[in-house]
T-cell receptor, first 113, second 113 residues
Framework: DVKVTQSSRYLVKRTGEKVFLECVQD?????MFWYRQDPGLGLRLIYF???????EKGDIPEGYSVSREKKERFSLILESASTNQTSMYLC????????????FGQGTRLTVV | GNSVTQMEGPVTLSEEAFLTINCTYT??????LFWYVQYPGEGLQLLLK???ADDKGSNKGFEATYRKETTSFHLEKGSVQVSDSAVYFC????????????WGAGTKLIIKP
């Protein structure tokens, strides 16, 4: 089974801090995604990457950046954390064809105080 | 553009009741369709999928049939258990969606003993 691992389950950071959320997959999937999940708002795509060093903005990229230096690792960066970035963050990996499933990490619940 | 519409939750049922969660979609091509489940505090995991019209996906007693004529992919289970309490997401993937999965809003299911 494909495994997607997020570096932390729970994280508490202070306003203004630079925050790194790390995601690693153990299969050779081209596509990786970062979502945030908030009550009543479903899954919202922040950024995705379809290859090393390639990235595309999703629906809500403001306040975030990403890095993909190696195929297996996709990092989400909060340049200056704010309280409205308190959320559940989910990383996913997926192969190319449209019939393939996405594999998710366990999620990181980030609280910004 | 592509979109997925799910019935709003929460859906509350008694144990052993019959479950239907409605999902309809809009797509320009011939999408693949997915149901994911998210247990409390966890990431999403694939429950079942169907890749062409009239296909039936099934897993853990859940079923869904890809109905192109009604653009639907409703999730059903004959007898739910307390352990089925979770959030269920319907999603589609199409050649137009640029490697992404297009998500429904999610339906929270609560099963009472």
């Amino acid at each position: 089974d494909v495994k997607v691992t997020q570096s932390s389950r729970y994280l508490v950071k202070r306003t203004g801090e630079k925050v790194f959320l790390e995601c690693v997959q153990d299969m050779d999937h081209e596509n990786m995604f970062w979502y945030r999940q908030d009550p009543g708002l479903g899954l919202r795509l922040i950024y995705f990457s379809y290859d090393v060093k390639m990235k595309e903005k999703g629906d809500i990229p403001e306040g975030y950046s990403v890095s993909r230096e190696k195929k297996e690792r996709f990092s989400l960066i909060l340049e200056s954390a704010s309280t409205n970035q308190t959320s559940m963050y989910l990383c996913a990996a997926r192969g190319g064809p449209i019939h393939t499933e996405a594999f998710f990490g366990q999620g990181t619940r980030l609280t910004v105080v | 553009g592509n979109s997925v519409t799910q019935m709003e939750g929460p859906v509350t049922l008694s144990e052993e009741a019959f479950l239907t969660i409605n999902c309809t979609y809009t797509a320009t091509g011939y999408p693949s369709l997915f149901w994911y489940v998210q247990y409390p505090g966890e990431g999403l995991q694939l429950l079942l999928k169907a890749t062409k019209a009239d296909d039936k996906g099934s897993n853990k007693g859940f079923e869904a049939t890809y109905r192109k004529e009604t653009t639907s992919f409703h999730l059903e289970k004959g007898s739910v258990q307390v352990s089925d309490s979770a959030v269920y997401f319907c999603a589609l993937s199409d050649v137009d969606s640029n490697y992404q999965l297009i998500w429904g809003a999610g339906t929270k299911l609560i099963i009472k003993p």
